[in-house]
Each structure stands twice: as structure tokens, then as C-alpha cells.
């Protein structure tokens, strides 16, 4: 026999599977037959044209008619009624309602994804509607049964499924970059980036994630991935400066492209020169502004004078070094090279200036700089 505790058990898994049933949504809509009380009913709530007393009606209707709450009328009525009152959050839940059981609902789609994009909370649902709608209306057959859709409405309604979709679009695009943005966690953040630039290959701010996906794998220390983030970056925007700068920085060790980072190099410095003559840009200081001038300047410099260093051309060099040192100040690689171009040119006491700081700075630089200052003394 069962303990009255098991009988309390199961008496409460049954009164769970009827609140479970009773909530979920039935597989085929309810039909409402013509000239039954509830079409009857129904048909007194139509002609009401108040939206909050249509609400009030329609809330007795589904208090005498249970079996009603999913009928297709019903939520397409609550959605128009609530639409009225500007009532989103319930606009929402009866437009999907509405959508569930009837999937070529052209009336309630539109309100549905317009009332989604006002309340800027549920991108990812709003988008969703918008390709479901816009996939409905391409389709060669959606006109929902009973109605004779005329060639110039069909146009119109693929217009308007169009335009939602777009402005979905944008509204994803821009809540997803805004998450990428936001996020802390580096691998994360990565994660977002790289699923943004997949989503939105042609978005205008596919070159801003694909610049922070390089730094991200800078800071991982993935040589590799941030330059090719960079080359993505330059396929979309070829002029961006950050990343020609960037990519050429990072290729200039590689004598297997010594002749693209060159081509870099030149444009990064005509790019950063012409800076000079811009005016600052919006939402940027004129501390800022100077600040990202001499950094883009200085270190496209510093590259075509350290380039020149490599083949030996020390006195064609000299002059690029000697601006990205007064740009960047004591930056360790800058310091070094204008140091070591110094000291090829036997101007020893200069170049034990720019070495010994070069020497005092922990980093890649500092035992370069040692050994030059070992060889300036012999």
C-alpha cells in the first residue's frame, strides 16, 4: 500500500503534469466553428473598437472559453488590442502566440518584429522573426486561405519584409559588437569577435572587429592569427592605418615578405604623415588625438628607418629613427636602433646615450642593446 507520503507525491506530479499541460501550446490551433457561442462571442469583441475595453472583453472570452487562449483570432486580436495601448511585452507574447499557429500570419509578423526592434532588448529574436517573415513572403505561395493578395500588396509586403529585415539586421549586428565590446574575458571576447565578423562579412564594422581580433591574439601572444586578423582587417579598409601600421611591424622580421612590408611601410608613412592635416575626430580630445598622431607616425617612421638599418643605408636611415625617437620617446626598440645606427656611423657618444637607455629597459631589446654597448667600448 502507499504511505500517505507517497500518496502527497503523487498526488503533486499530477498536479504538475496538468499545470504542464494546461500551459503548453497545443500542436494544431484550436478552431473556433461558425455560429458557435464563441464565434458568437467572438464576434461582439471584433466590433468593439476601444483597445482596452477589447482587451477586457477578450479576457472574459478566454475565462469562458479555456480551450480558446491559443486560438489564432483570439492572440490576433489581443496583439492589435495591446498594440494599441502600447503594451509591448504583451504585444509580444500573443504576436507569438499568434505566429505559432499560423506561420503565414502576414498581419501579426510585421507588428511582431516592429515591436521587437522598438524595445531593443531581444535582437536576436527580433532577427529571427525577420528571416522567418522574409522567407514566408519570397515563397510562391503564402496568401493565407480565403484572401486574394493583388500583385502591387504582394510587392508591398515583400518591400516592407525586406526593409524589418534590414533593420533587424543592423540591430543584431550592432548588439553583437556592442557584446564583443563589453566582454572581459579574452577568450570570450575573441569567441564574439570571431562569430561577428562570420555573421556579418559586409558589415561597415567588420575592419574595427577583425582590429580588435589582432590585438586580442597579440596580447595571446599569436603572432600568426594577429597578422592574419590585420590582412582581413586591410581587405575591407586598405587604408586603415592602425593595421597597415600593425601588419608591417609585425611582418618586418620576415625576409620572405621583405618586399610587401616594404609596400607597407611606404603607404603607413604617407597614411601617418597626412594626419597632420586632419582635424580631430569626433569624440577624441586634442591630447588623444596627438597622442594616436605621434604613435602612428613614429612607428611608421621608426619601420622605414630600421629597414634601411638592415641593408645598411645607416645615413638614409638616421633621419626616420631620429623622428620616431622625438614622436615615441623612450620606446626600447626605437631606442636600440637609433642607437646601433648611430654607432655604424662612428658616432660612439651619441649612440652610448640611446643604447644605455635601450640596455636599462627589461624587454626584447635589452641584451641587444648590452652587447652593442660591449662593442662601442672595444
Known sequence: MFSK??????????????????????????????????????????SETDAAKRVTL????????????????VNELYTFAYQSLKDNAKVVDHAERAVAM?????????????TLLDMRNQPEKAY??????????QGSDWSPAGRTISADERARIQGDAKSLLDAAHLQKEYNDLQKAYAETDPDQKISLLEAFVKTFPDSKQVCSAFTMLAVGYLQKRDVSKAASNAQDCLKAEPDNIEMVVLLADLQ????????????????????????????????QTEADWTK?????????????????????????????LQLAYKLLGNDSAT????????????????????????????????????????????
Open 102 to 114: 499560423k506561420s503565414n500570419d502576414i498581419d501579426v509578423y510585421p507588428v511582431l518584429i516592429n
Open 335 to 378: 631606442l636600440y636602433r637609433l642607437g646601433f645606427c648611430l654607432a655604424k656611423l662612428h658616432r660612439n657618444k651619441e649612440a652610448e646615450t640611446y643604447l644605455t637607455q635601450a640596455a636599462g629597459m627589461p624587454g626584447a631589446y635589452q641584451l641587444a642593446a648590452k652587447r652593442a654597448l660591449t662593442q662601442l667600448e672595444r
Open 5 to 46: 507520503k507517497h500518496a502527497v507525491v503523487m498526488l503533486w506530479l499530477l498536479i504538475s503534469s496538468i499545470v504542464v499541460w494546461c500551459q503548453t501550446p497545443p500542436s494544431t490551433p484550436p478552431m473556433i466553428m461558425a455560429n458557435s457561442p464563441e464565434d458568437k462571442a467572438l464576434r461582439v469583441i471584433e
Open 252 to 283: 618586418v622580421e620576415d625576409k620572405t615578405k621583405a618586399a610587401e612590408t616594404a609596400g607597407l611601410v611606404k603607404k603607413a608613412v604617407e597614411l601617418s604623415d597626412a594626419l597632420d592635416s586632419q582635424p580631430v575626430p569626433d569624440g
Open 292 to 320: 594616436r598622431k605621434n604613435y602612428m607616425r613614429g612607428t611608421a617612421h621608426g619601420l622605414r628607418g630600421y629597414i634601411d638599418l638592415k641593408v645598411g643605408l645607416y645615413s638614409k636611415g638616421l633621419p626616420d
Open 128 to 137: 529571427d522573426y525577420a528571416q522567418r517573415y522574409q522567407k514566408l513572403v
Open 58 to 73: 477578450l479576457d472574459q472570452f478566454v475565462k469562458d472559453f479555456p480551450a480558446m487562449a491559443y486560438a489564432v483570432e
